[in-house]
Structures are given as structure tokens and as C-alpha cells.
């Protein structure tokens, strides 16, 4: 008489790819493990002061310093807030879910989906860095109602933020490449060492744009090779998240005072005034740097906003219900500031602050050939610390700029070594996942996982991109204006 054995079940995760199990790890680790953002920034707050007292500078110096960095960075605060305001507003334009929902319908399958995201937010980060946070934030929820395709909304999320991981400092958007290439918005201390650098020597070099397309393709096929398959995706129902779009209900005007609120008139005034005023911006100087300014992309967003909505009411309603997801950058964003001041600011007895100790060592460590890797790995690390594209350029061109024309490096190739590596640490800081993480209600932990995974192969890749490229490019003096 034969005994049936019980059937054994096969473990979801064995049918898995490798990069998919290894995203799917990182990511349960970070759930476990990883701080909300907030306790992220306080350790490296105090991680800095500590340094600052080492290197021997005043405890009340390094306690002003915190004080007055705290609120340096407010109007870049407020301009992040409004990238996720005005984000809001035009997804929640019934035209711009229509276009949405129309590019949402291409994918076939939840792996397909998570790579359409990601090359769809890298293409747009090549015109705009802020374009691509909300763009790819705004498609990733409209794919998450599709449920049959059973879409990892965590694998998304971390494909949505690969146009600030990965690209966008190689694209037109690039705060470095656009100082060095316009002499007004250039300190007159930093002017002589660098020269006027234009697009031709840094973007537009064919080894700039051979790195971008690396990138671009390398991106692609880890999001989707790493995105775990509909039997074990983790979907926006399953995270208690709600990408469902609400329909306000506005009603009608009850009092004569509510009318204004439901007519189109006021919004047609205001969108007349303020269309003005970008149309100026726009004839007065070329569109890429126009709309690289945040002041006018925000503006340009919240006018097409207003105007997409049409009544004052329902824009109202939008903002309101936008305004939460502003929290965490109100709160966090003056905290990076502050560490920014503190490694900056407080001195020792030698005059030297904690960021010129590592400019010293930097600069004595340095030959020729190991240039770009050591300054990449430096602009890396320090952008972990001091999150900020054009102010950490204006921080450390000083000093790397001084040490590529004593060590002839292409000058114009020192600004792409910055740039590339610029973009590493974004894929694991959650400083400019914040906006991001509020359009897509989730949390950096959850998406973590699996930018980690992008970051691990993007770095020795890139590293040495910039180190066998840089031979084929000869060095030339800065060139004044």
C-alpha cells in the first residue's frame, strides 16, 4: 500500500531572478532597518558636530553655526515644497490624468512596467531634474490602478527616482555644467581658476554622452530585472496605499460671496499675469535655462495647474490636499543646511574647518591617473553629507578645479567627474526622495532596497568610465570670457 506524500510548495521567491531576490533582500532589510528620514538627518547631524569638535573647533562656534546654516537653505525649502505642490495640482488637472492614464496603458506586464518608468523618468531628467521627480511619481501611481498587473509599487517607486539616481546631472539641468558655462552666475574667486566652460566641453562631449547612454541602458534593464514577478510583488493595495484618484465634490455656489470660487474668470486673470511674466523669462534667455531655474518651473507648474482646473474651487482643493506631502522637506531640508554650515564654518585654532581637512588631504593624495576615481569617490561621499547639485559645486570647485590644473586634467571633464558621481549617493539619500515619497505615499525604506542594488552596480561602473575616459581627452588652460 503506497503512502502520498504531501505536496511540497515551492517558495515564491526561489522562481525569482537573481537581481530581484537581491533587491527584494535589500529592500526587507531596509524595511527593518533603514530610520525614517528624519532620525537619518539627525545622526548625521550630530555625526558632524562630533567631527567638528575633533578637529578642535569651539563647541559655541559649531552650536552658531548650526544655528545660522538652519535657516540658509529656506528658500530652496520652499521652492521643494512647491516642485511637490505643483506636481499635485497638474496630476489632479483632469487633462493631465487623461495623458497619464494613456501612457499607463502601454505596459503589458508589472516587470515591463517598473523599466517604463525608469526610462521614462531618465529621459525626462535630461530636460529637467524636477520634471522627472514628479513625472515619474505621477506615472508610477497611475500604473499601481492597473491591478492586474500586479506591479511592485516598491520597485516602482525606486524607478521613479532613477532621473535624480542616475542622469540627471549628465542632461541640460546640470547645476555644475550651467555655472561653468555662464560667467555672471560665476564667483569672481572661482572665475580665474576654471575659465568660461561651455556645454561643448562638458554635457555635450561625446564621452559625457557615452556615459549618459551607459547608464541610461544599464538603469533600464536592472529596474526590470530586479523588479520581482507578480507572485511575489508587493502591490500599492498591499501597503495600504491609496492611488486612487478622488473626485471633489465642489457643488454650487450657495452665497453670493462663494461665486468668484466657482468662476473661470479670476483664474484667466491670474493666469494672464503670471503667463507674462514666464513669457519674459522665456525671450530673454535660451528655454533649457529658463526652466532649469526652480522660481520659474514652480510658477510655470502652479499657472498650468490653475489653469488645467479651471475654477478657483477645485485648485484649492488640490492644494490643500497636497500640502501634507510637504512635511517631511519643511522639517528636514533646513537640517542639511545646517550640516552644510557646520562643515564649513566652524574653525580650529589653525583657522581650518572639517571640509578643509578633507580639501588637504584631498588635493596631497592626488596624481594625474587617479584623479577622476579620487574625486569622484569625494564628491560622492560629500554629497551624501551636502546634498545640493550647484552649492556643493560652488564648495568644492575651488579647490578640485586648482588640483586638475596642477595635474592637467581636461577641465571640462572635471566638471563631468563631478557630475556623474554627483548623482550616486541620491540613490540612497533620502533628501531628494522626499518630494518624490510624497506623491507616491510611501516611505524611503520602502524603495531603498532597490535603489541600494542600482547603487552598487552604478558605482564601479562609473568610476571606472570616468577614469579611462579621461585619457582620451587633452588639457586645456582656462579660457576667460
Known amino acids: 500500500m503506497s503512502t502520498l506524500k ?17 533587491g527584494i533582500r535589500f529592500t526587507a532589510w531596509a524595511e527593518k532597518w533603514f530610520p525614517d528620514a528624519f532620525i537619518f538627518v539627525a545622526i548625521a547631524v550630530v555625526i558632524v558636530a562630533l567631527g567638528a569638535l575633533a578637529n578642535g573647533a569651539p563647541a559655541p562656534a559649531i552650536a552658531k553655526s548650526f544655528g545660522d546654516g538652519f535657516w540658509s537653505l529656506i528658500p530652496f525649502t520652499m521652492q521643494m515644497a512647491f516642485v511637490t505642490i505643483g506636481g499635485y495640482v497638474v496630476a489632479t488637472a483632469p487633462p493631465v490624468q487623461a495623458l497619464i492614464d494613456r501612457l499607463a496603458s502601454i505596459p503589458k506586464t508589472g516587470r515591463g512596467a517598473v523599466g517604463f518608468v525608469a526610462a521614462a523618468t531618465m529621459l525626462s531628467s535630461f530636460l529637467s531634474w524636477g520634471l522627472s521627480l514628479i513625472f515619474g511619481g505621477l506615472l508610477a501611481r497611475a500604473l499601481a490602478r492597473r491591478t492586474e498587473l500586479r506591479m511592485d509599487y516598491r520597485a516602482a517607486g525606486a524607478a521613479a527616482y532613477l532621473g535624480l539616481g ?19 552666475s560665476l564667483p569672481k574667486a572661482l572665475l580665474p581658476i576654471t575659465g568660461v566652460i561651455p556645454f561643448s566641453e562638458t554635457i555635450f562631449l561625446w564621452q559625457s554622452m557615452l556615459i549618459a547612454l551607459v547608464l541610461f541602458v544599464m538603469s533600464v534593464i536592472i529596474a526590470y530585472a530586479s523588479a520581482p514577478r507578480p507572485n511575489t510583488a508587493v502591490t500599492a493595495e498591499d501597503l495600504g496605499v491609496s492611488v486612487e484618484r478622488e473626485k471633489p465634490d465642489l457643488g454650487r455656489p450657495e452665497q453670493p460671496g462663494e461665486w468668484l470660487e466657482h468662476s473661470p474668470i479670476l483664474t484667466v486673470l491670474l493666469v494672464v499675469i503670471a503667463g507674462a511674466w514666464i513669457y519674459q523669462e522665456f525671450a530673454r534667455q535660451s528655454w533649457i535655462t529658463a526652466i532649469s531655474n526652480l522660481n520659474t518651473y514652480n510658477l510655470l507648474f502652479i499657472t498650468l495647474g490653475l489653469l488645467l482646473h479651471w475654477r478657483p474651487k477645485r485648485f484649492l482643493v ?12 519643511l522639517i528636514q531640508f533646513p537640517l542639511y543646511a545646517a550640516i552644510s554650515a557646520m562643515l564649513t564654518g ?11 581637512v578633507i580639501t588637504h588631504a584631498f588635493v596631497s593624495l592626488n ?9 569622484g569617490v569625494y564628491s560622492a561621499v560629500l554629497g551624501f553629507f551636502v546634498p545640493s547639485g550647484g552649492g556643493k559645486w560652488l564648495l568644492e570647485a575651488p579647490y578640485v578645479m586648482q588640483a586638475a590644473n596642477e595635474l592637467q586634467v581636461h577641465l571640462g571633464w572635471a566638471v563631468m567627474v563631478y557630475n556623474a558621481a554627483e548623482a550616486l549617493p541620491n540613490l540612497i539619500n533620502p533628501f531628494w526622495m522626499l518630494p518624490l515619497l510624497g506623491i507616491l505615499g510611501l516611505k524611503a525604506r520602502d524603495i531603498v532596497g532597490f535603489s541600494f542594488l542600482q547603487l552598487l552596480i552604478h558605482l564601479p561602473v562609473v568610476l571606472f568610465m570616468l577614469w579611462a575616459l579621461a585619457f582620451t581627452l587633452t588639457y586645456h588652460p582656462p579660457v576667460m570670457p
Open 6 to 22: 504531501p505536496e511540497r510548495r515551492a517558495d515564491p521567491a526561489a522562481t525569482e531572478s537573481a537581481l530581484s531576490r537581491a
Open 166 to 184: 542616475a542622469t540627471w546631472a549628465m542632461g541640460l539641468s546640470s547645476s555644475a555644467a550651467q555655472l561653468q558655462a555662464n560667467p555672471a
Open 318 to 329: 488640490a492644494v490643500s490636499k497636497a500640502v501634507p506631502a510637504t512635511a517631511g522637506i
Open 367 to 375: 596624481t594625474t591617473g587617479s584623479f577622476p576615481i579620487s574625486m
Open 346 to 356: 566652524p574653525k580650529n585654532a589653525a583657522g581650518i574647518s572639517v571640509s578643509e
